[in-house]
């Protein structure tokens, strides 16, 4: 399977630095800052890619899991809301919620919620962000 590539750069402190992150396609580039992660300011956050990652996930595993069951999805469309918040350790991921809604001809609602659940389990991003996946780090120092 292929690996997939995105890139930030931030230059300056934390509260009046800038930065921008960049898909390795080349599909999206982006602004991000201070205000736009912690306040309402102009241009986007982590966070909010996380959503982007998830939703998408989720959207294409739920399509799966209906079309395995027999049930040919119309449309999946799907809302991830990522919560970060401060506590006492510092800032924090701590909840995800998924909102979903998809146009399945012919499943019944209870059919329809125990194939959610089992495309929400198996969707990689979910997985990835359940289970802590192992992180490397190769760090250098600029100039040396």
Known sequence: ??????????????????????????AWSGAYSFQSRFEEGAGTNPEELIAAAHAGCFSMAFANALAKA????????????????????GFSITQIDLKTEADVPGIDPAKFQTIAEEAKKGCPV??????????KLDAKLAGR
């Open 70 to 89: 027999g049930f040919e999805p119309k449309r999946v469309s799907t809302t991830a809301n990522v919560q970060l918040l401060k506590g006492d350790a």
């Open 126 to 135: 979910s997985k990835a962000l359940a289970g802590g996946p192992q992180i």
């Open 1 to 26: 399977m292929a690996i997939r590539t995105a890139k930030a750069q931030w230059d300056g402190n934390l509260q009046q630095g800038r930065g921008t992150m960049s898909l390795g396609s080349g």
